[in-house]
């Protein structure tokens, strides 16, 4: 929470981004920013456009209008600014999607050594610390499938770790968890919010979101409803729709 | 014996190579203590082996290769590019191999450069290349629509270019499931490549039916060849059983 100066240089800015899925609104003409080291808390119904917003950022979902520059790069087809914006923007998925055929330890040094450039030991090495830094080095030898979803989750951190990014996504990162999980995964998020990467968290963990995170949006319909700080949102939400919402999810927590 | 190829794969990928070029070059030393008519044509036996074999190899080294480059262009976006994938699948396919057989040893010497001849031997090993890699295109394409998006999502996102995502997470996972099938087109192969007797070359079948034809003994000669088939098959699929023991790793069973 030490984030209450105002903010520098934003990182990203989004100005009226559309994005459709044939005859579908997902997005309507969004816009927000985020400063560097800022975590936000994106929340809101499924199927209002969250993921959609993340996943634009980084481009597994190309935008139809607006625009988006990350880091000083304006996002587009152009391949060179779309590696240069992968570089320094992770993403962690829901569904872990570790890779199957790699054990461990390959999974997280496999980008420092393709994209990187970095020698195998050394990418190894860093991934070993990674590794231990979310308390599973003594698995690094196992494969994905030997794992449960919780050290899956951890890993997929590592790895997006390993790229040294200035930007972690998080699309619903414990929403594949049992329950007994989602702990383990939130306490390494806590932690890594307190080291000045910039996160974006779409969620329905109301509890990470009210205590971990300096910003809350609510999405709805593809538009952002409200834009606000986690007290303000949890205590009072401007709409109808965020009220009616937190009123849904409020028996969680 | 299959758990003990799942256990040392690449021992038995070893053993199985080895037990092959020995049956190969010991085999007349056998056959030659053998009663007439088989005796006396050890060596013919012998060497009808060894082009059986090399057609075999050929055939079907050049024809993964066909498959997966065919595979992938089925896949591609670039319309032409399938187009000339699925004409290929779509002629190979539709026509038998035995004209296959006779039309590259009859047309191509006809559209080849002066100075280049093509051997028999050579026209039955394109003809059976281009066989094989048909069939293995549809095997190949079949393991590849098998990987998940989430992997590939994931190596986007981490920054692999599109070359280093295909080398490095969708072709191991897609061969793991196009293994057992090509396996299957090879222990076919192994058998089709008789069919190059059309276009006279001697291979195992072929030299069968000179030895029977000079002895006026069938039966006998056929068993031989048989068994020799079945050895061969033998060799074959233990070596791909043994390569996809190695490939499956981080499976669910």
Known sequence: MDNQSPPSQPIIIARNVDKRFGSFYALRGVSASFSEGQVTAIVGPSGSGKSTFLRTLNRLEAHDGGEIIIDGIVLSDDLQHLDAIRREVGMVFQSFNLFSHLTILRNVALAPIRVRKMSRADAEAKALALLDRVGLKNQAHKYPVQLSGGQQQRVAIARALAMDPKVLLFDEPTSALDPEMVNEVLTVMRELAHTGITMLVVTHEMGFAREVADRVIFFDEGVILEDTTPQAFFTNPDHERAQAFLSQVRHGF | ?253
């Open chain 2, 1 to 253: 014996m299959m758990n003990w190829t799942k256990q040392y794969p690449g021992w038995t990928m070893f053993g199985a190579m080895l037990g092959l070029l020995f049956f190969l070059w010991g085999l007349a030393i056998p056959l030659s203590a053998a009663p007439a008519p088989i005796g006396p044509a050890a060596e013919q036996f012998a060497e009808g082996a060894r082009v059986t074999v090399w057609l075999t190899l050929i055939a079907g080294s050049v024809g993964v290769v066909l498959g997966i480059v065919a595979g992938m262009g089925k896949l591609s976006k670039f319309l032409p590019l399938r187009w000339i994938c699925d004409f290929y699948v779509w002629l190979i396919r539709g026509t038998p191999l035995l004209l296959q057989i006779m039309f590259v040893w009859l047309a191509l010497p006809t559209i080849m450069p002066e100075g280049i001849e093509l051997s028999d031997f050579a026209c039955a090993a394109i003809a059976l290349s281009l066989n094989i890699g048909a069939y293995n295109t549809e095997c190949v394409r079949a393991g590849i629509l098998a990987v998940p998006h989430g992997q590939v999502e994931a190596a986007k996102a981490l920054g692999l270019t599109p070359f280093q995502t295909f080398m490095d997470v969708i072709l191991p996972q897609s061969l793991r499931v196009a293994l057992p099938a090509l396996a299957n087109n090879l222990a076919s192969l192994v058998k089709d490549s008789s069919l190059a007797y059309a276009i006279s070359v001697v291979e195992l079948t072929m030299a069968g039916y000179r030895v029977q034809a000079e002895s006026y003994q069938p039966i006998p000669v056929f068993l031989t060849i048989a068994a020799i088939y079945l050895i061969l098959t033998t060799a074959f699929t233990t070596l791909t059983a043994a390569l996809e023991a190695r490939l499956d790793v981080g499976q669910k069973r």
